[in-house]
């Protein structure tokens, strides 16, 4: 039987994302994301649910998402679902599931403020992992490594807010 593995999640980071190496010099960057969920109860009244999922992403897409993400942004991400499993320093047996994310893009964060003011970055949005950017001015062929040729996006085209 065949079988199929993939995570789609749209949310806001919980904490900033902690990035290491492997031996390997491969960058590994985790970080937390709460997905909201709202829904009428029975009695009429509206209800609010939050799910927490652990992310991981390896190589470029790990050193983007440290470069351009803090604690509180938006991300839309698409990944798979990992189960990894350990013995703890108790000897007992833990396991838990976590979202392997293999591309991302930029969202709107609702605020004025332009993307990388809190952690000095340059100003404007970066291509996504995906090759997908927000930035309208991007050209794909162009070195995007500078702060040259870089365009934000005016709040009033952006179609939600």
């Given at each position: 039987?065949?079988?199929f593995?993939?995570?789609?999640?749209?949310?806001?980071?919980?904490r900033?994302?902690?990035?290491?190496y492997l031996?390997?010099?491969?960058?590994?960057?985790?970080?937390g994301l709460?997905?909201?969920?709202?829904f009428?109860?029975?009695?009429?009244?509206?209800?609010?649910?939050v799910?927490f999922?652990?992310?991981?992403?390896?190589?470029?897409?790990?050193?983007?998402v440290?470069?351009?993400?803090?604690?509180?942004k938006?991300?839309?991400l698409?990944g798979?679902?990992?189960?990894?499993s350990?013995?703890g320093?108790?000897?007992?047996k833990?396991?838990?599931?976590?979202?392997t994310m293999e591309?991302?893009?930029?969202?709107?964060?609702?605020?004025?403020r332009?993307?990388?003011q809190?952690?000095?970055e340059p100003r404007?949005?970066?291509?996504?992992?995906s090759?997908?950017v927000?930035d309208?001015?991007y050209?794909?062929?162009?070195?995007?490594?500078?702060?040259?040729?870089?365009?934000?996006?005016?709040?009033?085209?952006i179609?939600?807010?």
């Open positions: 039987m065949s079988s593995n993939k995570v789609l999640l749209m949310g806001n980071l919980t900033d994302p902690q990035l290491s031996p390997s010099q491969m960058a590994v960057v985790d970080f709460a997905t909201n969920r709202k009428k109860k029975a009695d009429g009244s509206t209800g609010e649910e799910c999922v652990d992310v991981r992403a390896f190589g470029k897409t790990a050193e983007t440290n470069k351009f993400f803090t604690k509180g938006p991300i839309f698409e798979r679902l990992s189960f990894d350990w013995t320093q108790d000897g007992k833990h396991s838990r599931h976590r979202v591309s991302f893009q930029f969202l709107p964060d609702g605020s004025r332009e993307a990388g809190d952690r000095d404007g949005n970066p291509p996504s992992a090759g997908r927000d309208p001015g050209d794909s062929d162009r070195d995007y490594a500078g702060e040259q040729g870089r365009q934000s996006i005016p709040d009033d085209s179609p939600f807010d």
